[in-house]
C-alpha cells in the first residue's frame, strides 16, 4: 500500500504568527495532531504537533503570547505519495516522529501519521501477518 492511499489529503494549516492557542484550537476542531505550517514569504514547510504544544505548556508558556514560529519544526523529513507505508513508518521511527508532511512535485499533497498507517495495515488485512497477532485480539477484554 501507498502513502497516497492512506493519507489525509485535507491538511490542517496554520500561518508561524498564529498563537499556540490558536493552532490547538484548529487542531481539536479538525481532530487531528499535527498542523502543516505555511509561512507565504519562507519557502518549504514546517509543522507543529501536539508534543510542540505540550512542551511549551510544560515549560509554563503562555499559549496566548507563544507564536506557532518559535515552536514548529522545520528541519523535516518529507514523505512521497509514491513510497510505502512501510518507508513511511520506516521514517517516522528513524526520525523519532508521528507525522510526515506529504509533497507531489514541491507541492503539499497531505499529511500522514503513524495511526493512518496502522489503520491501514489493519484494514488491509496486513497486520494479520505479523508475528502473534491474532484478529480476535483486537476484541479482547
Do not use: K
Amino acid at each position: 500500500m501507498r502513502v497516497s492511499e492512506a493519507m489525509t489529503s485535507v491538511v490542517a494549516t496554520v500561518g508561524p504568527g498564529h498563537t499556540l492557542r490558536e493552532a490547538a484550537r484548529l487542531m481539536a476542531e479538525r481532530r487531528v495532531g499535527a498542523a502543516v505550517v505555511v509561512d507565504p514569504d519562507q519557502p518549504g514547510y514546517g509543522i507543529f504537533t501536539e508534543r510542540d504544544l505540550l512542551i511549551s505548556i510544560g515549560r509554563g508558556e503562555d499559549p496566548d503570547r507563544e507564536i506557532v514560529a518559535d515552536h514548529l519544526s522545520s528541519d523535516l523529513t518529507f514523505a512521497a505519495a509514491d513510497w510505502s507505508l512501510e518507508r513511511a513508518a520506516e521514517a517516522m521511527i528513524a526520525g523519532g516522529f508521528r507525522h510526515l508532511v506529504v509533497v507531489d512535485g514541491g507541492e503539499l499533497a497531505g499529511i500522514i501519521s503513524m495511526r493512518d498507517i496502522v489503520r491501514a495495515w489493519v484494514t488491509d488485512g496486513a497486520a494479520c501477518e505479523l508475528p502473534g497477532w491474532r484478529r480476535e485480539s483486537v476484541n479482547a477484554s
